[in-house]
């Protein structure tokens, strides 16, 4: 049984930083491709950053340049490196994988985290 699990969110001020860790079990980690989402209140999710098995990547527009994903296979983990947090960024961040092709459906996925916490203060 899949089991994704966030860490590290928590309340930042403007322009601070933060990472975001996400332990998987209970899939081959090494073979999926995982993904960062968040969702605002009122606001649909969104996937914000992706990562293939390869150690390909994607990014949505409005966080590229700042954030960073990477994976670290041999610990079956994923972060994501914020820097230059806004206001806007505020939002429950999940992190989740699946199993198809990278250019598969590209931001469907099927196991999820349950999401933590990230508040940017102006």
């Known amino acids: 049984q899949a089991q994704l699990v966030e860490s590290g969110g928590g309340s930042v001020q403007s322009g601070g930083s933060l990472r975001l860790s996400c332990v998987a079990s209970?899939?081959?980690?090494?073979?999926?491709?995982v993904a960062w989402f968040r969702q605002s209140p009122g606001k649909e999710r969104e996937g914000i950053a992706a990562?293939?098995?390869?150690?390909?990547?994607r990014y949505a527009d409005s966080v590229k340049g700042r954030f960073t994903i990477s994976r670290d296979n041999n610990k079956n983990s994923l972060y994501l490196h914020m820097n230059s947090l806004q206001p806007e960024d505020t939002a429950i961040y999940y992190c989740a994988a699946d199993s198809r092709g990278w250019y598969e459906r590209q931001w469907e996925y099927d196991y999820w985290g349950q999401g933590t916490q990230v508040t940017v203060s102006s």
């Open positions: 990562i293939s098995s390869a150690g390909s990547t």
């Open positions: 209970g899939i081959a980690f090494s073979l999926y491709r």
